[in-house]
């Protein structure tokens, strides 16, 4: 039933798009439709938000560069929950001929979330590996971030157990999970004070 979301394959998927520069912007969608469409889709936000938020801390830009940075960051922190959602959408349809136990136990964290997770995880260990092979720092430097480094690592190995163990309970009807939809306020006009009160 999970066959083809296992977290090996997950990893595999996002480590291979960051490691090509400048993919979530330039590289064509590779899937169309299914979990995976939104598996991409979260990857690439993900990528996105990641070189907003660098660009929005910087110092020697306009005030005007940075709030474009963090409009930016809102776009796409919306587009890659909505991924989330839909990942867990289209996972849990995948569910419905299975009979849960009545002592099955409810995952307080979907697998959309922890895909989420992995991809985030991705990126932080891709750029965390760039700055232990820096020429123009100190030793201190490279082996403090190569124990982070280790430290992601083994977080990631974690993770990949733990999603893999959630969707071998639920095809069994051992475990279950619910979507709580992610609210965000702050992107609705109806919803911000700071949009809506000067209408």
Not at 55 to 77: C, F, T
Not at 140 to 168: F, M, W, Y
Request: hydrophobic share 35%.
């Amino acid at each position: 039933m999970f066959s083809d979301i296992q977290a090996n394959k997950i990893v595999q998927f996002h480590d291979t798009c960051v490691a090509s520069p400048g993919w979530a912007k330039s590289t064509a969608p590779q899937f169309a439709e299914g979990v995976w469409k939104y598996i991409e889709l979260n990857h690439r936000f993900n990528s996105l938000l990641w070189d907003e938020e660098d660009k929005a801390r910087r110092k020697d830009v306009s005030d005007g560069e940075i709030a474009a940075n963090k409009r930016a960051i809102d776009g796409y922190n919306q587009k890659r929950q909505n991924a989330i959602e839909r990942i867990d959408e289209l996972l849990l349809q995948r569910l419905v001929d299975v009979k849960f136990a009545d002592a099955a136990r409810q995952n307080s964290e979907t697998p959309g979330s922890m895909i989420d997770r992995l991809s985030i995880l991705s990126l932080k260990i891709f750029h965390m590996r760039l700055q232990t092979e820096r020429t123009d720092v100190d030793q201190d430097h490279i082996e403090t971030c190569q124990q982070k480094l280790g430290v992601l690592n083994e977080q990631r190995t974690d993770l990949k157990k733990c999603l893999n163990a959630l969707l071998a309970e639920t095809e069994k009807g051992r475990a279950y999970f619910k979507i709580y939809r992610q609210y965000k306020m702050y992107n609705d006009p109806a919803l911000n004070p700071y949009l809506y009160k000067n209408k």
